[in-house]
């Protein structure tokens, strides 16, 4: 069982940065796939970015891509989330996910049901 924990949401101006935070127990955390999914009220859960262990590599969505970051340390089994530039309509709850099932297909880390473990979720506001 995994379990992933999210902090470093909060309020932020237009403009501004902030950086997520996961932090996972179990000790494979190296060999899982991790991703940032967010959700806006009344609208469905989409992905954010993803970041393989091997071989490494990271895929954004088109709405974040040159704006966030996604890393991860495995020595803290934590992956973060680096959120510049931030826009009113990245406000959402931002949630940290996980899967051990290695997909030759990148596209698929980029769905829901690829991932087996959901963080609680941290919420993000970007005020104009």
């Known amino acids: 069982q995994v379990q992933l924990v999210e902090s470093g949401g909060g309020l932020v101006q237009a403009g501004g940065s902030l950086r997520l935070s996961c932090a996972t127990s179990?000790?494979?955390?190296?060999?899982?796939?991790m991703g940032w999914f967010r959700q806006a009220p009344g609208k469905e859960r989409d992905f954010v970015a993803t970041?393989?262990?091997?071989?490494?590599?990271?895929y954004y969505a088109d709405s974040v891509k040159g704006r966030f970051t996604i890393s991860r340390d495995d020595a803290k089994n934590t992956v973060y989330l680096q959120m510049n530039s931030l826009k009113p309509e990245d406000t959402a709850v931002y949630y940290c996910?996980?899967?051990?099932?290695?997909?030759?297909?990148?596209?698929?880390?980029?769905?829901?049901?690829?991932?087996?473990?959901w963080g609680q979720g941290t919420q993000v506001t970007v005020s104009s």
């Open positions: 996910a996980a899967t051990a099932t290695y997909y030759t297909i990148p596209n698929y880390y980029t769905q829901v049901k690829s991932y087996d473990y």
């Open positions: 179990g000790r494979t955390f190296s060999s899982y796939t």
């Open positions: 970041i393989r262990w091997s071989p490494s590599s990271s």
